[in-house]
């Protein structure tokens, strides 16, 4: 009967010992693979798979740099540059390629874009008439400001066609300010010259 409990004894113990093999290994700084110490110092996967990766990287950067100087070390530094110069100059498949191997980048010069604010307008939309009844009361008050709006569309069209920009947001809003302007300020017209520049 001692025999039995002993053998039953033991296979307990072993049991436990296994398992609590597998809770203390879990606990070592090499848990889940990461030297960073997953199980004891990070809180989450995400931060520990990020610290993992900043060790590996900074590890990686040691590692080439401690190569490099223990190459130096033994052919001297123009050898060592000499070699990674012509590994530069190498193609994926090995053979040797004509460009240097710190090309200077050359970036073309933007495209100029001329049609910034260019529109197609709408011939449904009567802005004379929105102005007039939106802003009058009377049908005098509307039909003077039909006619201010249509002869001031006429001018602005006009000098428009004569410039080239017709159609464009920045050509209005140009005759806009430099008519509200000239007329605020009661100052000469400014030079076509000035207008070109200020468009």
């Known amino acids: 009967m001692k025999i039995r409990n002993h053998k ?6 072993l049991a436990l010992a296994f398992l609590s093999a597998g809770i203390t290994n879990a606990q070592t700084p090499n848990a889940y ?27 990686a950067q040691t590692q080439r740099s401690t190569a490099r100087n223990a190459m130096i070390k ?11 110069r012509e590994a530069g100059s190498r193609s994926s498949n ?6 240097p191997s710190n090309p200077q980048i050359v970036v073309p010069a933007p495209r100029v874009v001329r049609n910034h604010g260019v529109y197609r307008p709408d011939p449904s ?16 008050q509307k039909a003077l400001i039909k006619q ?15 410039r ?9 809003l140009t005759f806009f300010t430099v008519t509200t302007m000239t007329a ?3 100052a000469d017209v400014p030079t076509d010259e000035a207008v070109n520049t200020y468009y």
């Not at 080239?164 to 209005?172: F, V």
């Open 8 to 13: 039953r004894l033991t296979a307990i113990t």
């Open 33 to 59: 693979g990461y030297s960073t110490g997953y199980g004891t110092v990070y809180g989450s996967f995400g931060l520990a798979h990020t610290m993992q990766s900043m060790y590996n990287v900074a590890r």
């Open 74 to 84: 033994k052919w001297g530094l123009a050898a060592v540059e000499k070699a990674e």
């Open 94 to 99: 090995g053979t040797k390629t004509s460009a």
């Open 125 to 140: 939309v009567n802005t004379g008439k929105a102005l007039a009844d939106n802003l009058a009361d009377t049908p005098e």
């Open 148 to 162: 201010i709006y249509a002869a001031t569309k006429a001018a602005y069209e006009k000098e428009a066609a004569l």
């Open 164 to 172: 080239g920009w017709q159609n464009n947001i920045a050509a209005g």
């Open 184 to 186: 605020y300020h009661n």
